[in-house]
């Protein structure tokens, strides 16, 4: 029998003044799961153990021996992952100490981890540096990303993550042991082993042990939200098979009376959840600021200087085609049009930021709170951008207007979606809220490079690169739009019309000698770092074809002070 083994280093959530959150996983429920913490280990938190509800694996899961061409888990199965979570209390700010975590077997096996530090809720006027991230998604330069963050900068004192942590949320192997080397927990725990090949030279990447001391806040993307439950089709046809809540309200109601004859409203939740779209794994794996309205899907916290506002703005991704047999973000395919539960109703969006929403007025609410107004940084995370070269500004982030189009008969000979772009959401409503708050920073990702803008003193920023990047619309290169719809979608620059900013230390150069307003490479990967003590948010890249090569800082910028 193997010995057994924590699946994660410990990781710290939501700190308090006093207080801060120590979190882990194994595959064993065991008997006893604790924290030792203090200078000489000598004081004990006792943690809390839940399961994972939806953890599973199927054959697209990269498990087990690298060498194997079949998969561990043919089927798809269930993966019980354990979760621990211990609150260590009485800490005084500012002040540092190690930790260690244990978990024990029910036949007494013992299992610990290395030696981490922990700290409560860093005070005002503390010097910080922020780590700031998004779309790692298992993509090939993640490990060589992180361990560069380390190796350049040191120990930072939290990360911001504005979404899309892994591609099929409920796939456990993603998070924590894909045979690959690089999951999402090793990656930001320097436990990573990513062998990256570059012009036939082979370099092995370990990521960065961040997490372990630093605090982790996050927001949902479009791939922390899974779709209709199943036990029967792969794990990312469920990711990929949301569907519109309110359509599987109107399916409820006409099967009601079977699906749930005593009017059990938990019961009604449940089939509504499975039938149309969910976070859970992501919200089991995570203890992270919750708000009244919104729990830990929109949040704000204050951490030392800083008032962070996370908003819940995504929606899921549909391919920018009209392809009759994709059912895309503009149309549904041909062989689906008379079944429209197999409809993908465009890119729709999972939870209402519109004026008068629930989310806004919560948004509204906190931009006018003391804990705000008082804040010497204010910063906004979300995951869908404002401003981008992406492809993923087009189209207009509102919900899809469905046009069915007939045949003289009745039949339907069509369905396609249009974005009406005075409906956009974030640019209608959103943004005048920010604007009208003395916002500094809206970091957010999805488009897979990094680029930033500024209006009004306001600046915005997408720091992902890490090896998905699909470039930049600029120039020759143009993004796939429709023609003959309504709307005239942009094809290049930002579709919310601001210029990007030219980096200010060390741009890269295009073919024409002119230097580039963005970073979108598969090679050369890109963080950022927001220090308080400077007020600036610097950029760097490392160029993964020359593994010996140095870390270039190539951005800075300086946040306004209130």
């Known amino acids: 029998m193997d010995e057994p083994q924590l699946l994660s280093d410990p990781f710290l959530q939501l700190p308090t003044e006093t207080s801060v959150r120590v979190v882990w996983f194994t595959e064993f ?220 309200q109107q399916i409820y109601q006409v099967y009601a009376q079977l699906l749930n004859p005593n009017s059990d409203p938990m019961v009604r939740e449940a089939w509504l959840k499975n039938n149309s779209y969910n976070t859970d794994t992501y919200e089991e794996i995570f203890t992270l600021p919750q708000s009244r309205q919104g729990g830990k899907k929109y949040y704000a916290v204050t951490f030392g200087d800083i008032r962070l506002v996370v908003l819940y703005v995504t929606h899921n991704w549909r391919m920018p085609t009209i392809d009759p047999t994709v059912r ?115 970091l957010f990702g999805h488009s897979h490079l990094w680029n930033r803008f500024c209006n009004l003193g306001i600046n915005f920023l997408e720091t992902s690169n890490v090896g998905n990047s699909y470039g930049a619309a600029i120039g020759d290169k143009k993004r796939p739009v429709p023609w003959g719809f309504k709307e005239e979608y942009v094809e290049t620059g930002d579709a919310n019309g601001l210029e990007p900013v030219i980096p200010t230390i060390a741009p890269l150069m295009g073919e024409d000698g002119k230097p580039l307003p963005y970073m979108a490479s598969n090679d050369i990967t890109v963080f950022s770092i927001l220090d308080t003590e400077a007020g600036t948010v610097s950029s760097y890249r490392f160029d993964t074809q020359e593994p010996q090569s140095a870390v270039v800082k190539f951005d800075e910028f300086h946040i306004y002070k209130t």
């Open 328 to 442: 895309g973000r503009y149309s549904e395919r041909e062989q689906d049009l008379n079944n429209p539960q197999n409809w993908g109703y465009g890119e729709h969006i999972f939870e209402p930021i519109a004026k008068g929403s629930t989310q806004y007025l919560w948004l509204e609410e906190e931009l006018n709170s003391p804990e705000f107004k008082q804040a010497k940084y204010k910063v906004v995370m979300l995951h869908h951008p404002p401003h981008s070269l992406g492809d993923n500004i087009v189209p207009a982030y509102t919900d899809p207007v469905q046009i069915i189009e007939r045949h003289q008969d009745g039949r339907i000979k069509a369905v396609r979606y249009e974005y009406p772009k005075q409906n956009d959401y974030i640019i209608r409503d959103v943004l005048p809220l920010i604007e009208a708050s003395e916002v500094q920073l809206v």
């Open 29 to 248: 429920a065991g008997s006893s799961h604790t924290v030792a913490y203090g200078t000489d280990l000598d004081r004990i938190a006792v943690a809390t153990t839940t399961k994972l509800s939806r953890t599973r694996e199927d054959r697209q899961s990269r498990l087990g021996d690298t060498t194997q061409k079949d998969q561990v888990y043919q089927p798809l199965t269930r993966r019980d992952i354990w979760r621990h979570e211990a609150e260590v209390t009485e800490l005084t700010p500012g002040t540092r100490v190690p930790y260690r975590v244990t978990s024990i077997e029910s036949d007494g096996t013992t299992v610990s981890s290395g030696e981490f530090s922990l700290a409560p809720k860093p005070t005002e006027r503390t010097p910080l540096k922020i780590l700031l991230t998004s779309d790692h998604q298992l993509m090939p330069m993640v490990s060589a990303n992180l361990q560069k963050v380390v190796e350049t900068v040191g120990r930072v004192d939290a990360v911001f993550y504005a979404g899309d942590l892994v591609n099929v949320p409920d796939r456990a192997s993603e998070w924590f042991d894909d045979n690959r080397g690089g999951a999402f927990f090793p990656c930001l725990q320097g436990r990573a082993d990513y062998e990256l090949e570059r012009n036939g030279v082979k370099t092995v990447y370990t990521g960065g042990e961040l997490i372990q001391h630093a605090p982790l806040f996050t927001t949902i993307g479009n791939h922390e939200v899974m779709g209709r439950f199943s036990m029967d089709s792969s794990l990312y046809h469920q990711f990929d098979d949301s569907f519109p809540r309110s359509e599987a």
